[in-house]
């Protein structure tokens, strides 16, 4: 049972990444699946969430129109496109699983020029 985010690193201002969890070892299709993140110093805030469907997702306002959450329930994968990254992004981001509450390791992401 676990989850496993990659796709992180070092982008400049302005820049684009895109973040993958790949969920292994449960029913993936039957959760919705959330992204947090956490910055240094600061608490783990709630980023996008997407439903087992895929087909409702939300938004925090503070990378509403720069990211969309996405996934592909055949291939039990969860994504996160981040676009026009500001250093304020720069923080380690989670996938979760909320119905099983299994959370992934991490992946950082730093936007720095």
């Known amino acids: 049972v676990q989850l496993v985010e990659s796709g992180g690193g070092l982008v400049q201002p302005g820049g684009s990444l895109r973040l993958s969890c790949a969920a292994s070892g449960f029913t993936f299709s039957r959760s919705t699946m959330t992204w947090f993140r956490q910055a240094p110093g600061k608490e783990r805030e709630l980023v996008a969430v997407?439903?087992?469907?895929?087909?409702?997702?939300n938004y925090a306002d503070s990378v509403k129109g720069r990211f969309t959450i996405s996934r592909d329930n055949a291939k039990n994968m969860v994504y996160l496109q981040m676009n026009s990254l500001g250093p304020e992004d720069t923080a380690v981001y989670y996938c979760?699983?909320?119905?099983?509450?299994?959370w992934g390791q991490g992946t950082q992401v730093t936007v720095s020029s």
């Open positions: 997407i439903t087992s469907t895929g087909g409702s997702t």
């Open positions: 979760n699983a909320r119905l099983y509450d299994i």
